[in-house]
């Protein structure tokens, strides 16, 4: 989940040198924590949230395969 979370993220900002991605896990949860710039926090999030909902949507199908469950939370900086 962090290596794909990471990849996503890099392709949407300006800053990719920036971007900062930590995983924990719960038992069979993941939680994923996004951390970007200021000036690409519009960029990830997007309009209404949909870039963000979209990346939730991307890794919680990446996670059913693995028989686990996923969180995103994007992190101010």
């Known amino acids: 989940m962090k290596a794909l979370t990471e990849y996503i993220a890099k392709a949407l900002v300006e800053n990719p040198e920036r971007v900062e ?3 924990s896990h719960q038992g069979s949860r993941v939680r994923v924590e996004l951390k ?3 000036e690409d ?3 990830v999030i997007g309009k ?3 870039v963000a909902n979209a990346i939730r949507i991307l890794l919680r199908v ?3 395969r693995e028989g686990q469950q996923v969180t995103l939370d ?3 900086p």
């Open 74 to 76: 994007v992190l101010e």
């Open 48 to 50: 209404s949230g949909r």
């Open 36 to 38: 970007v710039s200021k």
């Open 21 to 23: 991605v930590n995983q």
């Open 62 to 64: 990446a996670a059913e």
């Open 41 to 43: 926090m519009g960029r």
